[in-house]
């Protein structure tokens, strides 16, 4: 490694990458590089350490009473917290044969005291740190975009007219096509007419829209095969002054590329899902936008959009999707009678990857309609096409159960309250209405409000499930892994599930008409049951373990396996660890909170 490649890796790794190019020089200078073999112990527990330990090559494992508390590799640091502590509880023991820089304990603390942004990585709270992990994370999409071709993005289709239609009969057919351009056939040549044509020519110029369109359609156009690079279309619309290609394969014309959806591609996948929904006319078309959304998802993950912005995109694009997809299916006459709704994630606006589908719908009373079975299994099945799963527990608009008029509902959900609370009242209260008529949901959530019963040992046994998983994590921060699973901690059975059922469970006893979760924080702070600090932390800690999932989630996906919620702590690098402990110290902190607040200890 030479000179400038060791400053290169120094300035890239935090919070060293805060640091003055003047602070960094000397910071360098004051490194020294070490070599250590395979089982030598570098600090020992109990002892003060003396150095900052930043990784160049290989493998140290930290050591708590005989049990591997981390692992560290290339580009982490350790121990700084031991140093400014003044003391060391673990040891530190070489796995791999490691190569390091080895910082001076006296210049890191002068560090620490001289430069505030260096000391404030330190001691930063859990959401700073969480926004430091998302700038460390972000990549690129270049190099996809690099090898992407022309038949991975989304393309307007052909449409044509003859030379001699009018330019008033061209621009009925635009917008019957919802297209933005419209070819024109002359002479054996293909012309184009683009908005900005029909504004320049028919609006400015005054030209008859009873003349024939092809005087103002553009000739002589370039055309390049489905199969050409992405980047080589650009270079071209970028030399010509273009932003149209006529896009072909085998010869054949299969549509025209526009500039702006190629600038979106590059950008993100956004705007293509949202314009394949929208101008969906038929349900495969829908299948293809279901489909580039996993493409959009990986797209942003890489780029660093926060977890709570993807959350949200996912469901708007999602719920439009659904609401597209029942009017394709259902007569008019059963879309003004019903109401369809999605539970769980997707009804909590918490779901990003797709996994099995949470539906009903509510009809109103006294309809009926013939071949509903039939049309709530063709939507089932058809979602099935577009990735979504069937739902394990049958909690689907194909099961009768949550396929009934809003009589029925309320008599279940009387049923519900009155026994003890079972996992189809947590489901229905995540209810959130897509398409149909939204009224028919209110009217039944206003039910359950106005039936829920005051007594304690009600929402006592509703928030008893927050407390049915352990923390995977010791009372010395040490992460309890699952040893017959590969070593793996299951994030949404530990983390994840016990915060959204315990602040459902809050929200509920409140009456909070909220159903995403960061939602209900908010409005439990609001109320004072939650102080700010804690709704912040709570919020960030749940947005860090839903991140963490999907990292894993997009990770078995491009190898081609399944993913069930175990994620390894020893592929993650130190900033994450250290933010996963943090996070599940906070699901701890709410798991006693409800404890408390519903006397959970009383309960057999």
């Not at 949404?492 to 915060?499: A, E, M, R, Y």
Request: aromatic share 10%.
């Amino acid at each position: 490694m030479s000179l400038l490649d060791q400053k290169t890796f120094i300035s890239n790794i935090p919070p060293f990458d805060q640091l003055k190019a003047s602070t960094l020089e000397t910071v360098f200078n004051a490194m020294d590089i070490a070599y250590f073999k395979k089982g030598e112990r570098l600090i020992r527990a109990g002892t003060e350490p003396d150095a900052l330990y930043i990784i160049i090559k290989g493998i140290v494992q930290e050591i708590q009473d005989e049990q591997l508390v981390s692992v560290y590799v290339s580009q982490d640091s350790f121990d700084a917290m031991s140093l400014l502590d003044g003391n060391n509880k673990n040891d530190f023991i070489v796995n791999e044969e490691l190569i390091c820089y080895v910082l001076p304990k006296a210049f890191f603390l002068k560090l620490i005291q001289n430069n505030a942004p260096f000391k404030a990585f330190y001691y930063q709270d859990l959401s700073k740190r969480l926004n430091r992990l998302v700038e460390q994370r972000k990549t690129t999409e270049l190099s996809s975009f690099l090898v992407a071709k022309i038949q991975d993005i989304y393309l307007e289709p052909p449409v044509f007219v003859d030379a001699n239609t009018s330019v008033y009969e061209a621009v009925q057919t635009m917008t019957h096509q919802n297209s933005s351009s419209i070819l024109v056939k002359a002479d054996h040549k293909i012309g184009i007419v683009t908005d900005k044509d029909i504004r320049d020519h028919v609006v400015l110029q005054r030209y008859s829209i009873d003349l024939p369109i092809a005087h103002i359609a553009s000739y002589h156009l370039i055309s390049l095969s489905s199969q050409d690079l992405l980047l080589h279309a650009l270079l071209v619309m970028l030399r010509h002054s273009i932003k149209h290609l006529l896009i072909k394969k085998n010869d054949e014309v299969v549509g025209v590329l526009e500039q702006i959806d190629l600038l979106s591609y590059l950008s993100n996948h956004t705007r293509l899902v949202a314009v394949q929904i929208v101008r969906a006319k038929n349900k495969e078309d829908l299948k293809v936008a279901s489909h580039n959304m996993t493409n959009m998802i990986k797209a942003f993950y890489a780029n660093g959009i926060k977890i709570k912005f993807l959350m949200q995109l996912v469901t708007e694009l999602n719920q439009q999707l659904f609401k597209k997809l029942y009017a394709f299916i259902a007569p008019p006459a059963l879309l003004e009678n019903s109401c369809l709704i999605v539970m769980g994630s997707e009804g909590r606006g918490e779901q990003i990857l797709k996994t099995d589908q949470d539906n009903g719908i509510i009809l109103r009373d006294g309809f009926v309609y013939d071949g509903l079975e039939q049309i709530t299994e063709e939507f089932t099945q058809t979602l099935v096409e577009f990735g979504y799963p069937l739902c394990q527990g049958q909690i689907m608009v194909n099961n009768s159960a949550w396929c009934r008029s809003l009589k029925d509902f309320k008599n279940k959900i009387f049923q519900w309250v009155l026994e003890e609370p079972l996992l189809e009242l947590a489901i229905f209260y995540d209810a959130k209405a897509v398409a149909g008529d939204v009224t028919l949901l209110n009217e039944a959530k206003q039910y359950l409000y106005k039936h829920l019963q005051d007594n304690q040992a009600f929402f006592s046994y509703f928030a008893k499930p927050t407390l049915s998983f352990e923390t995977p994590l010791s009372l010395f921060a040490r992460f309890i892994v699952d040893k017959s699973h590969e070593n793996e901690l299951d994030i949404k059975k530990g983390g994840i599930f016990p915060v959204v059922h315990g602040v459902r469970s809050l929200a509920l006893a409140y009456k909070i008409t909220e159903t995403n979760t960061m939602k209900r924080i908010k409005r439990l702070s609001d109320i004072g049951l939650f102080e700010s600090a804690f709704a912040t932390d709570l919020i960030e800690a749940l947005n860090f373990m839903i991140s963490l999932r999907l990292q894993f989630e997009l990770k078995n996906m491009n190898q081609g396996e399944s993913y069930d919620n175990y994620i390894k702590p020893s592929q993650l690098n130190k900033l994450e660890r250290d933010l996963l402990k943090d996070a599940l110290k906070i699901v701890n902190e709410l798991k006693k909170l409800i404890s408390y607040h519903f006397k959970l200890d009383r309960l057999s």
